[in-house]
């Protein structure tokens, strides 16, 4: 029988000899913990977070930044931990666990920016200013479209979710302005990185199970840290190592870092064959563009959306990963007119009355295909004619058709063809002294039809725009009505560019005859000239309002005088 001091001696010995046995197979496969580590910067204003960053680099440009930090995408990756003892002596974990820190050489870096704080806040603030403009387009884009459709059409639904989304990353993006330009010389600026540790483990359903952690003050160096599960937790069987075998190769084996990087391509949808093909959503993190839509053989092919680096939006049809256009969806809810010169009376050597008790429109064309729900038998609401044209010819029957028009509840606009060839001015007295304009009419319009022929005959684009400048402010100042500029694909394509002033405060008429509708802003589209009316013998030209009945309300309302 042992005396008690050699008792005490073996109880030691054993205590102190027993961590140095290698653990068995079985029981290193039970002292390995899955973890998710998560990372992203804060920006702090005396010791604050202000700013959540979720990447930093050399350029000291931050990709992308928010007020919030649930709103930052944290970086991620899986990590492999040991179950650790906390005592040599006392076999207790206390839910402890050494893993690596997968950012250990990130302190450099944040020296680094840190000590030249003040450079990098003033060129975030114009990256910032580039983006928060960039977000500006992409919303008023957004809107437009909302705003002109509804849930009748084609994806309209996300898009209208994707509208909300970029309205709250555009204010997010103005509050970080507010933050960077609110900061006062006297403050303590820094950048600080932050981590995140989550311990993964199965529960008795063989459910992945996520538990919190936290990382203690004790670390080995920066590539091995210390974490410690909340409330001492450890999955049921796990198993712990001793605390001093930290540096054996065993854990040198154990713990290891699997990077999960942002992909410069994200893909999330459905796939054949490892092809994308039904639908997805694609995010092209290099060219920075987003489409969300129909796939085939890994092209866009059908309705889709997409928002580039600039910020354009476009919604419609895709066909081989080029953009065609969107393709209306032609019904009795949208709103439709058409517009008659002499040639809807004078055809050949014959004379046509109109009936205009009969206007019904009864066929959309046929020069493009066109999606029809329902029979096309609409009402016509509002009737452009022809008044003038140059400062010599006029339109002998405007006047009884205007009257009869009007007569029958229809809205009346008035039109003038500009002539390449005479004064603009006197182009404008000319319309001005014969057209008729009464309360409710719609605004005035100029048709401009110049070949490039004749534009270069005028001097070319710039002495074009300028004489159109004079026609549209002489009218507008005459009738107190900012008048429309009717125009078509190819002038759009190749000269409208040139005149931004002209883009951006007229509203245009379109005249497309494609399947597509017009990818610009406008307030009526010309989709056919061989369409058929009841009443109107031969071919009549058939526009659509850019709008439903909101819409449509809102621009009559927009036609009444202000009190």
């Not at 991620?76 to 950012?103: F, Q």
């Not at 000319?430 to 005028?458: R, T, W």
């Not at 100042?477 to 002209?502: C, E, H, S």
């Not at 058929?532 to 526009?543: E, H, M, P, S, W």
Request: hydrophobic letters at 35%; aromatic letters at 12%.
């Amino acid at each position: 029988m042992l005396s008690l001091p050699l008792l005490l001696v073996a109880i030691v010995v054993v205590f102190f000899l027993l961590p140095l046995i290698p653990p068995s197979d079985e029981r290193k496969e039970h002292c390995v913990a899955e973890l998710e580590y998560e990372r992203c910067y804060a920006l702090l204003i005396d010791g604050k977070p202000a700013l959540y960053l979720n990447n930093l680099n050399m350029g000291s440009s931050w990709t992308t930044i928010s007020t919030h930090s649930d709103s930052i995408k944290w970086s991620h990756a899986k990590l492999k931990g040991c179950w650790i003892k906390k005592y040599i002596a006392l076999p207790y974990s206390l839910g402890r666990m050494v893993t690596e820190n997968p950012d250990y050489g990130s302190d450099s870096l944040l020296t680094a920016l840190n000590n030249r704080i003040g450079t990098v806040i003033d060129n975030n603030i114009s990256m910032l200013e580039a983006e928060h403009r960039r977000m500006r387009r992409i919303v008023r884009q957004l809107d437009y479209y909302t705003d002109v459709h509804n849930v009748s059409d084609e994806g309209y639904n996300a898009i209208a979710s994707l509208a909300e989304n970029a309205r709250k990353e555009r204010y997010s993006r103005e509050r970080a302005l507010e933050i960077l330009k609110g900061i006062k010389p006297t403050q303590r600026v820094e950048l600080k990185q932050l981590q995140r540790y989550t311990l993964l483990y199965n529960d008795t359903t063989e459910t992945v199970r996520r538990h919190p952690c936290k990382i203690l003050d004790d670390t080995y160096g920066n590539r091995l840290c210390i974490l410690q599960t909340k409330g001492h937790f450890m999955p049921k069987g796990a198993q712990a190592i001793y605390y001093h075998i930290l540096t054996s190769d065993f854990v040198n084996e154990v713990i290891k870092t699997f990077p999960i990087p942002t992909p410069d391509i994200e893909y999330k949808g459905e796939e054949t064959d490892g092809k994308r093909n039904g639908h997805g959503i694609l995010i092209d993190h290099i060219q920075d563009e987003y489409y969300d839509g129909m796939w085939e053989n890994d092209k866009r092919n059908g309705f889709g959306f997409s928002i580039d680096s600039l910020g354009k939006f476009r919604v419609g049809e895709w066909n081989d990963d080029k953009y065609k256009g969107e393709r209306l969806v032609y019904t009795n809810e949208r709103i439709y007119g058409i517009d008659i010169s002499r040639y809807q009376h004078d055809i050949g050597k014959k004379h046509y009355a109109i009936d205009w008790d009969k206007i019904r429109i009864t066929h959309l064309g046929t020069i493009s295909k066109k999606r029809v729900e329902g029979d096309i038998d609409y009402p016509v609401s509002f009737v452009y004619i022809k008044c003038s044209e140059g400062i010599t010819v006029l339109n002998r029957y405007y006047r009884a058709d205007y009257a009869a028009a009007r007569k029958r509840g229809m809205y009346v606009g008035s039109y003038h063809f500009f002539s390449t060839k005479t004064n603009a001015a006197e182009q404008a007295n000319y319309f001005l002294s014969n057209v008729l304009i009464q309360q409710g009419d719609f605004p005035p319009v100029l048709d401009l039809e110049p070949s490039p022929s004749q534009i270069k005959e005028m001097g070319g684009a710039e002495v074009m725009f300028d004489r159109v400048r004079t026609w549209l402010q002489i009218v507008e100042q005459r009738t107190g009505v900012k008048p429309i500029l009717y125009i078509n694909q190819q002038f759009v394509n190749n000269y409208l560019p040139l005149a931004r002033d002209i883009r951006r405060n007229y509203r245009v008429w379109i005249a497309r005859y494609g399947e597509y509708k017009p990818d610009i802003r406008l307030v009526f589209w010309q989709l056919s000239p061989d369409g058929r009316v009841a009443g109107i013998q031969g071919d009549v030209d058939i526009n659509v309002f850019n709008g439903y009945q909101d819409q449509w309300e809102e621009f009559l309302e927009s036609l009444r005088p202000t009190p």
